[in-house]
């Protein structure tokens, strides 16, 4: 069993800089890929990034690619999304996910690759 808990979410203005945390309990987490996924009210859990289980694969939404990152520190249990030059749309409640499937393939784009979630933080950007 793994326990997800994001935090770092918050209210910036369009431009500026947030980064969020996902801290992981379980000693399993540096077998896991994590993702982060965004929902926004009235629709569906949306890809925006995923890192392979050693860091060394990534993949980002078009919609993200370049303005954000995302990262793991294995020894702290921590999976990481910088999110820079921040637009009103990426307004959003923001989860982290564990997937027991460490390594990346082009299905971790899908919610149902993953086995564990975190509650969510909420991040909104004002125009």
């Known amino acids: 069993q793994v326990q997800l808990v994001e935090s770092g979410g918050g209210l910036v203005q369009a431009g500026g800089s947030l980064r969020l945390s996902c801290a992981a309990s379980?000693?399993?987490?540096?077998?896991?890929?994590m993702g982060w996924f965004r929902r926004t009210p009235g629709k569906e859990r949306e890809f925006v990034a995923a890192i392979n289980w050693n860091g060394g694969s990534t993949y980002y939404a078009d919609s993200v690619r370049g303005r954000f990152t995302i990262s793991r520190d294995n020894a702290k249990s921590t999976v990481y999304l910088q999110m820079d030059k921040m637009k009103p749309e990426d307004t959003a409640v923001y989860y982290c996910?564990?997937?027991?499937?460490?390594?990346?393939?082009?299905?971790?784009?899908?919610?149902?690759?993953?086995?564990?979630w975190g509650q969510g933080t909420q991040v909104t950007v004002s125009s």
């Open positions: 379980g000693r399993t987490f540096s077998s896991y890929a």
């Open positions: 996910a564990a997937s027991e499937v460490g390594r990346l393939t082009i299905l971790h784009r899908a919610t149902n690759r993953y086995d564990y």
